[in-house]
């Protein structure tokens, strides 16, 4: 069986990325779209063959739980918006996957994952590295210790942002943050991966050298991060610099990913000169498949809910470093 899943908000992620990642999927399929915008309504309907029962506004969209074609919702629009319609997915009692950063902050993830379990459906994120071959080779070695003890883990996420100024990115009514919300998120998720564990404490420090573009949100971030195993990272996310890596020192050796969390192919090397080489798939359509296998045949979930949760309270941390000067914040997320 393939499950059918719907798109929420047709914007370019949904365009360029999902929509053609659903075309190869073989656990799930491009069954239905939530959308503002009655124009877009029609050309998706024709190019993806979209019967027009299954074709919803932001208005209609609870009656979405009368429909079986639909059994996961994908919610892809702006960050405030998460929240509302992955609450009103699980109230229809679809299956949700919900995109990066996962809300607005630790509050309303909390209420995303309190009404998935009282409506017993699964929730996963998108976040499509914890699918690809790369990054799972780089958890390997973790995990594996094969170049020993980790000691120290740089995260690097940016890019240059010079588009419309008014875009919602940079609306922190909308976005919730600027540059850490966006790519910090990537950086984070590195650092944890990069190490095997969650941090136990992070400070952080702000730069700004165009307010005049960056209105309302972060332009770049650094952060430093202590785990328990004595490990140091440290991060750097921005909307003014290209930047794109993870590289991970241990006792015995090193390892890199660079680029580290586009749409790939990714590319990586170790201190003895192996390079990674995995064959190139779409990131969007092996995450997408591994979500139907979790909810038609109980596979792990390899991105879940609490995952987006635990990221939203390190990128809170952050945010309070930085207003208390950057000073150290403690974090209580477990192994
Ligand atoms: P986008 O701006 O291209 O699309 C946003 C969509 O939301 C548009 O279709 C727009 O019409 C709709 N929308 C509804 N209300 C809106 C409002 N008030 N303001 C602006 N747009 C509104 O954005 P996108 O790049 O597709 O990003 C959507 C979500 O996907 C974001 O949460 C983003 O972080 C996430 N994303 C994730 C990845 C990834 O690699 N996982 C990549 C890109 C985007």
Avoid at 226 to 249: D, E, W, Y
Avoid at 281 to 293: I, N, P, V
Wanted: aromatic share 10%; hydrophobic share 35%; with cysteine.
């Amino acid at each position: 069986k393939k499950l059918g899943i719907a798109l929420v908000g047709l914007g370019s992620y949904s365009t360029y990325q999902l929509a053609p990642a659903l075309q190869d999927t073989q656990h799930c399929y491009l069954a239905g779209i939530v959308t503002g915008t009655p124009n877009k309504k029609q050309i998706w309907k024709e190019k993806y063959a979209i019967p027009e029962k299954n074709c919803y506004d932001y208005e209609n969209f609870d009656s979405i739980k009368n429909n079986p074609d639909i059994d996961i919702v994908y919610v892809v629009l702006p960050n405030s918006m998460h929240a509302d319609f992955c609450i009103r997915a699980a109230k229809a009692g679809k299956h949700v996957i919900c995109e990066k950063p996962m809300a607005m902050n630790v509050e309303e993830c909390d209420a995303i994952l309190a009404a998935c379990k009282k409506a017993k459906v699964k929730l996963g994120m998108g976040y499509r590295l914890h699918s690809e071959p790369y990054t799972q080779e780089i958890k390997r070695l973790i995990k594996e210790k094969t170049f020993g003890e980790v000691r120290y883990v740089n995260a690097e996420a940016a890019y240059y942002s010079g588009g419309n100024p008014n875009q919602w990115r940079l609306n922190k009514a909308l976005s919730g943050g600027g540059a850490l919300v966006n790519m910090g998120v990537y950086s984070i998720q590195s650092l944890i991966y990069g190490t095997g564990e969650n941090p136990i404490a992070v400070c952080a420090q702000e730069y700004s050298t165009r307010p005049e573009y960056f209105k309302d949100t972060d332009e770049t971030i650094t952060a430093q991060f202590k785990f328990k195993s004595g490990a140091v990272g440290h991060m750097m996310t921005s909307h003014n610099i290209n930047a794109n890596k993870l590289h991970v020192n241990c006792s015995n050796g090193w390892f890199v990913l660079e680029p580290a969390n586009n749409y790939g192919p990714l590319s990586g090397i170790t201190s003895n000169g192996t390079k990674f080489n995995f064959p190139h798939e779409s990131q969007q359509k092996l995450q997408m498949d591994d979500f139907a296998k979790h909810v038609l045949y109980n596979a792990p979930n390899l991105a879940p809910g609490e995952m987006g949760r635990r990221d939203m309270v390190i990128v809170e941390a952050i945010y309070r470093s930085i207003a208390k000067g950057g000073s150290w914040q403690v974090l209580s997320l477990g192994a």
